[in-house]
């Protein structure tokens, strides 16, 4: 086995391996930083490129793309408030408040040291621990994936804000709009409204482009004669990487949603979306600043970007050796496996051991280039914010556009677009939680088919939902998750409480 790891380790410093990579990771930002244009799309789009390419250097290629857009979708996050990818929907919540502070080079040099330290931690645990976790992660069955959603809706409080009441309404609406489309056990078609655009269901990404981009060029436009540049402030590329002290203060965070999402990677349908709320809400949870997450501090950058980047080694863990996909982008890859003619299994690392270790290897190699340039290119993406605000709101508009048609070419995801962005822009005017809906409706599917598959296989014995010592873990968790924020505010320092309700004052 160290012989070939050793074999896959000299093939990705090869020329060619080396190019595949830099070129991967290039253009992975270039696409995640585009609304609308998911890792998935980016890797689906070059698929057919690697059909004559040797197998090692398409692969390398590939999952370069999907790290890089993972990172990639925080840009225009953080400068614009734009998730590029659905991942970076909670870096948007404090990297943009930081932007509009004049730390948007920080934040983005935050999000990028994040992003790398928790993709090579991943990595790490895709190269040293796949085969045990992996085989973990098919412990879980309708209970298990019942619980894991309860308890990823618990995050919709910390998501609140000092306004519960709105944002349990916000992700219960968001559930509802999940349950949208052909009920996968009868067969029945609900709330199309005969549109057969909607049979399987709400598509994510125009619902999230609309609530989260299409909402703020509304918002925008609502400003435009208001004075806006103490917000948007020149920084050089030496302002975006952090301090030592910064790094080294922010590490234990980074470390610990690195190793979340890890585990939510390997978990089949989670995805970074799911991985990066839950690091968000984590953090906010058990940190001394809880009540500043959603102003602009780091913490709130910190966090999801090294749980979603994360998830990208994680999900390949299962895909790997068990062939089983953590996450859409990884089933894109699965099918470009099966192209080079590579099976999922304990065979691969047996009969192609060299391919298989050189891509883990070239993980560690893309998220080092990531670094790099997400640092270096700092010149490039401010001078998104030194964009005229007229000239901004048609560029997010019509990226916007553009995104959420290239998704399927359909124009009614278009529709869908402007509908939820005007819901958005209510939502955010009258108090709401966009995010808190955007979480019900990625929760909604994998809510119900736990349930039903649940109530089904046990023929409505409840008691099956408990039984299994995951099940039971993950109940413990959510009762933590609900009553730790109650129990760290009884115990909080009198000058936090003070603070807290100084703040509720204004």
Known sequence: MSDLMVEGLVQVFEWRNLAAVTIGTLLGMMVGALPGLTATMGIALLVPLTFGMPADSGLIMLTAVYGAAVFGGSIPAILLHTPGTPAGAATAIDGYQMTLKGQGGRALGISAVSSATGGMLSALALLLIAPPLATFSLRFGPAEF??????????????????????????????????????????????????????????????????????QAMILAEERWKPRLQGFLRF????????????????PLILRSGGLGTFVGMLP?????????????????????????????????AAPEAANNAVTGGSLIPLLTLGIPGSAAAAVLLGGLLIQGLV????????????????????????????ALGLLGAGVFQRVNQVPVSVLIALIVAL??????????????????????????????????????????????????????????????????????????????????????????????????????AKSDD
């Open 146 to 215: 019942f619980w894991i959603t309860v308890f990823g809706l618990t995050i919709i409080a910390s998501l609140s804000h000092g306004n519960l009441l709105k944002a349990l309404i916000a992700g219960a609406v968001g559930l509802l709009i999940g349950t949208i489309g052909i009920d996968p056990f009868t067969g029945q078609r609900r709330f199309t409204y005969g549109l057969p655009q909607l049979f399987d269901g709400v598509s994510i990404v125009p619902a999230l482009i609309g609530l989260f981009s299409f909402s």
């Open 344 to 371: 999922p299994g304990q065979r691969l690392f047996i009969d192609h051991g060299a391919i298989t270790y050189a891509v883990i290897f070239s993980f560690f190699v893309a998220n080092i280039l990531m670094l």
């Open 269 to 301: 349908g989670a995805g970074g979306d799911i991985a990066s709320w839950v690091a968000y809400s984590e953090a906010r949870r058990y940190s001394r600043k809880r009540d500043q997450f959603g102003t602009g501090i780091p913490e709130g950058v």
């Open 236 to 251: 050089t590329w030496r302002e975006c990487i952090p301090s030592v002290r910064d790094y080294l203060r922010l590490l």
């Open 400 to 501: 916007s556009v553009i995104g959420s048609y290239a998704l399927q070419n359909s124009l009614f995801d278009v529709w869908l677009l402007l509908l939820f962005g005007v819901l958005g822009y209510a939502m955010r005017k009258l108090g709401f939680m966009p995010a808190a809906l955007v979480l019900g409706m990625i929760l909604a599917p994998i809510f119900e088919r736990g349930l039903r598959q649940g109530l089904s296989i046990s023929r409505g014995d409840i008691s099956y939902f408990w039984a299994s010592p995951i099940s039971q873990f993950l109940i413990a968790l959510t009762v933590i998750a609900l009553v730790a924020p109650l129990l760290l505010e009884r115990f909080a320092p009198a000058r936090h409480r003070k603070w807290r309700a």
